[in-house]
């Protein structure tokens, strides 16, 4: 019989968020109480698990993360995924509801930003024309600039999100704020470690 200790995963938090996209983590034994009521501040669903239960789920869930504010990070799963921890749960698959105050809230520096090829040093000899190395083409990332959405990774294990360029640093460097997450800290990412949207997926909704 499996003996639950602080590293047992024991809660799993999940809920679809104003784009009907599925979110879910998984919080350890010291993290329930904090967890739950991140679910409910955030109008998502919660469900304990004992230890070794459901394996085949909780070991393909990523860890969840607090915030001192009462919410959490819970990171977008793959709808297959979402549907087992639905069924798993025994609730109602249903949009979570509009959240007020996830907007409005950036507060980008900067105004706009040229091609991060060109500060990062890795346009010389393109002559000048902003055509880069791909073909003669029009470099991809020449129109990041602060406010453009981008697809970023908040870690290692972790999977993309759509994050808002807030400031344009120096060699290529953008500082990001995740969008969905307005509570996740603001992460610095190189222009290679982007991915870019395309303009018509950025005008629905």
Known sequence: MSVASET???LIVFGRDESNKPHASVFLLPQVEAAEGAARLMGMHSHHVDPGDSPEIVMRLPAGKLFDSGKAFVPFVKGELYTRIVTLAGVTD???QPLTGETGA???ENASAGSPEGVAGHAEGDGGGGQGH???LADPWAGLAVGSIVLASEGPEEGYFEARIMKVKAKGMFTLKFRDYPEAPQVDRAYYQLG???PRM???G
């Open 94 to 96: 249903e949009p979570r």
């Open 196 to 198: 870019l949207i395309h």
């Open 202 to 204: 950025l005008t629905k």
């Open 134 to 136: 791909n073909g003669g």
């Open 106 to 108: 950036d507060n980008p």
């Open 8 to 10: 047992t995963p024991s």
